[in-house]
């Protein structure tokens, strides 16, 4: 039997990757939070974390998820060990603030997490910027305007269904490009829209990298590709 | 010829609507800017501005740019007058901080503006949270996951080709319902998909409302209906 009200989980987007893209809600939660949870890779540094590192402070209990390095979906023990070490917390009643790049909602890997707590514990998310916002302004395109519809494809789909999938939109944000970066150029040369595709890589970073998507030769996991037509007013 | 290096040209997200959601780069354009421009209706407040009214301060000048309360898009003199006013303004050295719902360059009514200026004048885009993450945030379902791709509807598209377009989408966000509910009820109740669609109207405000989209009878403008087969993980 607990003697203490459980703790709450907050699911934090902590936005694109500039610290300044936090929201005023994201901060207050986290400075409050007596633990923060992130993702990390096996080995080194989490991006969450490095996000929000100037406002921790050493006496928040911090509980890195490592993430195995290899290309598909996580096994489910990493979720499931997550769950377990923030329900200990959560169960001697500290709220814990588990980071989410971006918006936790949109593509965000905690998404098991959450449903493996939701019942048990409050819940509360907190939406962020998500990279679809940061890469257009990075890219000084408009993402969609007026009535157009808005495609946000991953990169890691099979090529087929890429293209199927790229044909039937005017408007797309390939997302997740990574080690699937030549699939996805030679779907859209084949497509004939190779040309109209800009990259963006690292948006809202300091090392922040905008370029025509045919001249790239490797790109990172968190980059994308804006693929529209003559942009709306003629420009 | 001017005496003044002109100003610049801030575009800010201010977010979905709770004034917590505003970014920490927003809040120090937004309270450094001699000017603050922002959308609003033909009589009445501007939604952008009571976001971040709390932060105004009167020495700033403010101008409204006042939208005809008429559907379909606005007159092009709309953009023209909004941007002659915030050219006169730029042309004597003070930036100006144009106030944008949710993120300036998803569906923003300023994509015009912007067009306008941008040859002459410094602008830079400031991204914001969108209905997209706050939307999903208040219904408490993920927005995508993993593999799946994702498709952002106006309800402001013809039925025929609205039914085309949710018929190919496994996951779809259907924005700007407004009066268009009905036709976007129907189309779904003609596709099967009408039970598995919720509502979501003024996501994190105080009158926040998810509920079933085959419930709801009237709509405003800014709401959204999600629609997703089974979630991932069995939700």
């Not at 009643?93 to 980071?99: I, K, Q, T």
């Amino acid at each position: 039997m607990s003697r203490h009200r459980p703790g709450r989980l907050y699911g934090i987007g902590v936005g694109p990757g500039d610290p300044e893209l936090l929201t005023l809600k994201a901060l207050r939660l986290l400075r409050a939070a007596p633990v923060v949870a992130y993702p990390a890779p096996e080995f080194g540094d989490s991006f969450a974390r490095g996000i929000v590192a100037g406002w921790l402070d050493a006496r928040q209990r911090e509980i890195a998820i490592r993430f195995p390095m290899r290309p598909g979906p996580p096994p489910a023990e990493v979720y499931e060990r997550a769950a377990a070490a923030i329900a200990a917390e959560l169960d001697i009643g500290r709220d814990v603030a588990l980071l989410c790049q971006g918006d936790p909602l949109f593509y965000g890997s905690f998404v098991g997490v959450f449903a493996l707590l939701a019942d048990r514990y409050p819940v509360e998310i907190v939406p962020g910027v998500s990279s679809l916002g940061a890469g257009a302004a990075a890219a000084e395109v408009p993402l969609v305007t007026r009535d157009e519809v808005l495609a946000v494809i991953p990169a890691t789909l099979a090529e087929g269904e890429l293209q199927r999938r790229l044909a039937a939109a005017e408007v797309a944000v390939v997302v997740k490009l990574g080690r699937h970066l030549v699939k996805v150029q030679r779907v859209l040369a084949r497509l004939g829209r190779l040309a109209e595709a800009r990259y963006v890589e690292r948006a809202s970073l300091p090392g922040q990298r905008v370029a025509p998507l045919a001249e790239i030769a490797e790109a990172p996991y968190f980059s994308l590709a804006l693929v529209r037509g003559r942009a709306p007013d003629g420009r």
